[in-house]
Nanobody, 119 residues
């Protein structure tokens, strides 16, 4: 199983980015995928999950600014991030499983993509 993130970069406050996570070795029809982030000097923080049935769960504090989605045919999971804030800065990871398994270090995780929000 391999997960490869892309789409990070430098954004100004209020701008948008879309992160991609290409998954190989499993199919999204039967897999749950989550996004998490790690801000400088802080621990891993769960952000969003899309379940095998397509339902989603998001961290309340994100306030609806982020949207998780997937393309089954491309075996890719996306994280659309709108109205970015400086506190969204960090390395963003996608991983197999739920928030619980991700934060427990279980399953598979990608290498991450850096998001920096600064004016």
């Amino acid at each position: 199983v391999q997960l490869v993130e892309s789409g990070g970069g430098l954004a100004q406050p209020g701008e948008s980015l879309r992160l991609s996570c290409v998954v190989s070795g499993l199919t999204l029809y039967t897999s749950t995928i989550s996004w998490a982030r790690q801000a400088p000097g802080k621990g891993l923080e769960w952000v969003s999950t899309i379940y095998s049935d397509g339902s989603v769960s998001n961290k309340d504090s994100i306030g609806g600014r982020f949207t998780i989605g997937r393309d089954i045919g491309m075996n890719t999971v996306y994280l659309r991030m709108n109205n970015l804030r400086p506190e969204d800065t960090g390395v963003y990871y996608c991983a197999t499983g739920t928030a619980r398994t991700l934060l427990a270090g279980e399953g598979h995780r990608g290498q991450g993509t850096q998001v920096t929000v600064s004016s």
